[in-house]
């Protein structure tokens, strides 16, 4: 049974920091890419960053120089460090697990956690 669960989550200031942990089980973490996903209230969902089995990471345009993406296969987790953070960063953050494409497994994701961000 695969779970992630994510913390780090809270209240801070604009310009301020945080860090959002994801830790999975239940899947053989290194051959997974991870990512985490934001939903602001009435919005979709939308990606923020991801981070592959070779840790090529990507980001959303507007985090890209501010959020930091990164993974420890031994500890089996998933970070974002999240800087400089803006009042419309604020949002439930998802934590997502993709298995390989050819293993046809669907896409695994964590219960979220807020953030929010205001003065």
């Known amino acids: 049974q695969v779970q992630l669960v994510e913390s780090g989550g809270g209240l801070v200031q604009p310009g301020g920091s945080l860090r959002l942990s994801c830790v999975a089980s239940?899947?053989?973490?290194?051959?997974?890419?991870m990512g985490w996903y934001r939903q602001a209230p009435g919005k979709q969902r939308e990606l923020v960053a991801t981070?592959?089995?070779?840790?090529?990471?990507n980001y959303t345009d507007s985090v890209k120089a501010r959020f930091t993406i990164s993974r420890d296969n031994v500890k089996n987790t998933v970070y974002l460090q999240m800087n400089s953070l803006e009042p419309e960063d604020t949002a439930v953050y998802y934590c997502?697990?993709?298995?390989?494409?050819?293993?046809?497994?669907?896409?695994?994701w964590g219960q979220g956690t807020q953030v929010t961000v205001s003065s």
């Open positions: 981070i592959t089995t070779g840790y090529s990471s």
């Open positions: 239940g899947i053989i973490f290194s051959f997974y890419t």
């Open positions: 997502n697990a993709r298995a390989p494409l050819a293993w046809s497994r669907p896409d695994s």
